[in-house]
């Protein structure tokens, strides 16, 4: 196996809240590497008016084979819940592997305030 000296590849993300019709502007994101049964941070992020973020979450050298996790704050951005009681969904967790630091991995969330989905983008 050959070692990668520069790596093209990069992590990216956006937010599309479906109930809306919108991207999800101001949607606080946190970037984890799984080590084990520790998360080590790694970035904290804010979406812009797109929805997505100002820069790759991680590109380059940062690119490594391994286990991450994006936790979007999303009870933060859909606000208060039914009445006195908490939000259907609050921060949710996606945890996904990266296999090759070389590819683009591109992790979008559509949202709505009782269901979200995920898929590996382009």
Same mark, same amino acid.
């Given at each position: 196996? !050959?070692?990668?000296? !520069?790596?093209?590849?990069?992590?990216?993300t956006h937010v599309l809240d479906t109930a809306?019709? $919108? =991207?999800?502007?101001?949607l606080r994101i946190e970037l984890f590497r799984i080590e084990g049964e520790a998360a080590r941070p790694i970035t904290t992020v804010t979406t812009? *008016? *797109?929805?997505?973020? *100002?820069? =790759?979450l991680l590109s380059g050298a940062e690119m490594e084979r391994g286990v991450y996790e994006l936790r979007f704050h999303a009870g *933060?951005?859909?606000?208060r819940g039914e009445g006195d009681g908490p939000l259907f969904l609050d921060v949710i967790p996606? $945890?996904?592997?990266?296999a090759d630091p070389r590819a683009h991995y591109h992790v979008p +969330?559509? +949202?709505? =305030?009782?269901?979200y989905s995920t898929y590996r983008g382009s």
């Open positions: 196996m !050959q070692a990668h000296t !520069q790596s093209g590849g990069r992590l990216t809306r019709g $919108r =991207p999800a502007r101001g812009n *008016d *797109d929805g997505r973020c *100002d820069a =790759p *933060d951005y859909l606000g996606l $945890r996904f592997g990266i +969330l559509l +949202l709505s =305030p009782y269901s």
